[in-house]
């Protein structure tokens, strides 16, 4: 790859990262928490990759000569040796063999460039071109059924679970509804009215399922809570997979520990499309 082509990827990848921290889909790859790494991250490189061609142009207008890649054998070593290649094939001299001796037949025995650092344009690309969606339903089909509720708590009960603030139709994450179902004790969300967002995801034994995608650092970590939706079959049935609702329904108590998949059941009050959240995960 020339230093000009390292130069261009170098400020594409840096450009890349800078486009979406500016416009929020980086939310769909990682935490909130790393916006400011991300943001310091595309400057950097973009700041590198626009010194390298200061540097280059000025090294041009000079005459001075511009840095090559180093060779795969090492340092100044590969750029005397490629001097030296030069020097033979201007006085029509024969390129001496692995044993010393000249060759006349002119065969090119010179290294072939890596394709790897070609690859560094994928992500660029995809970022640029494609912009790949949040992990949706296909991604909690693929995980298989299940639910992570997390470790076993030492202490059971309110203790570890305050109880649900008061009124009607509470908002939940979908994540504290799986771990309270499973390790509360005290009955927390019994007869309780809770309101919880997530896409549709149509399971293969035909039950639905309201998800959410959890993630600890980014996108590659995700791990899916679900929980099944019970009723309304005719009002969820007009929903296709991946389309966000917002279910208000009561839990089935001891759903959630009965299941050997630790998926508890919501018995659906009703149903309602809305838009995806800017920030899709847990």
Request: glycine share 10%; proline share 9%.
């Amino acid at each position: 790859m020339r230093r000009e082509t390292q130069n261009l990827v170098l400020a594409l990848l840096g450009g890349a990262l800078l486009k979406i921290a500016w416009n929020g889909t980086y939310l769909r790859y990682v935490k909130p928490g790393l916006l400011p790494w991300l943001v310091a991250t595309g400057v950097v490189m973009v700041a590198l990759a626009v010194v390298a061609i200061v540097r280059d142009l000025r090294a041009a207008r000079t005459g001075g000569a511009v840095p090559a890649p180093a060779c795969a054998d090492g340092g100044e070593h590969g750029q005397e040796a490629g001097a030296a290649h030069e020097e033979r094939a201007t006085a029509g001299e024969p390129h001496p063999t692995a044993d010393g001796h000249g060759q006349g037949h002119g065969h090119d025995h010179g290294h072939r460039e890596p394709r790897s650092p070609w690859l560094l344009l994928l992500p660029v690309l995809a970022i640029f071109l494609v912009a790949p969606p949040a992990l949706g339903a296909d991604a909690v089909n693929r995980a298989g059924a299940g639910n992570d509720p997390g470790t076993r708590q030492e202490a059971r009960g309110s203790a570890v679970f305050p109880p649900l603030p008061e009124g009607e139709a509470i908002p939940m994450p979908i994540g504290e509804v799986v771990t309270r179902t499973v390790w509360d004790d005290s009955g927390t969300l019994d007869n309780r009215t809770i309101k919880i967002t997530g896409f549709l995801v149509r399971r293969d034994d035909g039950r639905r399922v309201l998800a959410r995608m959890v993630i600890r650092c980014c996108a590659a970590d995700a791990s899916p809570r679900t929980i099944v939706l019970a009723g309304r079959d005719a009002e969820l049935a007009a929903y296709s997979p991946d389309t966000w609702l917002e279910v208000v329904g009561r839990v089935v108590p001891g759903s959630g520990r009965t299941s050997a998949d630790h998926t508890p059941t919501l018995t659906v009050e009703s149903a309602r499309p809305v838009a995806a959240p800017a920030d899709p995960y847990e």
